[in-house]
């Protein structure tokens, strides 16, 4: 779970509940399933008619595993750069096909590692490896931000929507005003719901999930490039040396640190 997405909506989620329980008694005004119909059916039709189904069902899943952990982070980065450490030393001991051997037991989900490998199997010059891999890696990427401007669109159509109920209501209210002058400060209400409905799924839901998941793809994107840098560096035929320091310069300068403190102590216990 990530603990900081779950704190963040609590506390503001919190703080909007704990507002009106120190302003009212009447909590139940806030409720209306018609603000609520007219805000988020409005904006997931617009989502479906500017979006291919498929991505916008992904974008809604988005907006729960956000929740949960990124398969990806900074820390998990520091691993990932001592696995390729590692697996420069399977290579510079028994060879690729060892390293193909490996990776397709141990990371058999992992498309971008088994392709890297084949190609570097396969011959492939350094530049080809790096063209070849860059258009995988940009093409995740881009189909991953496909969710991100699903969650922009929806961020940004949901007040829109919250108007549009708030103008609805207001032409009931005035159509109703001649037969029950007195009803004016609740249907005023309820009309009013739908706009806050609406600016309340833009900025604390459709708006952060978009921003949560473009900062996790980047990251994983960051990952990619790192393990396209590990192809190239096997297709040139670079040391295990050479490529331990290049991976090593993914890292920021606290997380390197980390990591050569760890081989420097596995070294010892050695």
């Known amino acids: ?23 009212t008694d009447n909590y139940w005004i806030f409720v209306s399933a018609p603000s609520a119909i007219m805000v988020f059916g409005g904006t997931l039709a617009n989502a479906f008619i500017s979006f291919q189904g498929i991505y916008v069902l992904r974008a809604l899943k988005d907006c729960i595993t956000i929740f949960g952990h990124a398969k990806v982070n900074r820390h998990i980065l520091v691993d990932e750069v001592k696995r390729v450490m590692g697996w420069a030393d399977i290579v510079s001991k028994d060879g690729l096909v060892a390293l193909d051997t490996h990776l397709r037991d141990s990371e058999p ?8 490998i084949d190609l ?18 940009e093409s995740h990427f881009e189909r991953a931000h496909i969710r991100v401007d699903v969650l922009d669109n929806m961020a940004a159509n949901a007040p829109a929507f919250g108007m549009i109920g708030t103008l609805v209501g207001l032409v009931i209210m005035l159509e109703n005003l001649g037969a029950n002058p007195e009803g004016i400060g609740l249907s005023l209400a309820i009309a009013l719901l739908t706009t806050l409905y609406g600016v309340l799924a833009s900025r604390l839901v459709f708006g952060p999930a978009g921003k ?30 050479y490529i331990r320091d290049r991976i090593g310069s993914f890292l920021e300068p606290d997380l390197l640190h980390r990591v050569l403190e760890e081989q420097r102590a596995e070294g010892e216990k050695a």
């Open 120 to 137: 570097v199997l396969k011959d492939y010059k350094p530049e080809q490896v790096r063209e070849l891999l860059s258009n995988s890696v």
């Open 1 to 23: 779970m990530s603990i900081g997405t779950v704190m963040g909506f609590v506390v503001g989620l919190a703080l909007f509940l704990l507002s009106i329980v120190l302003a």
């Open 109 to 116: 989900d992992d498309y971008l590692l088994k392709y890297g």
């Open 212 to 241: 949560k998941v473009l900062h996790r793809e980047e990251i994983v994107r960051t990952r990619n490039y790192m393990m396209l840098e590990l192809f190239v560096m096997l297709a040139e035929q670079r040391t295990p040396r």
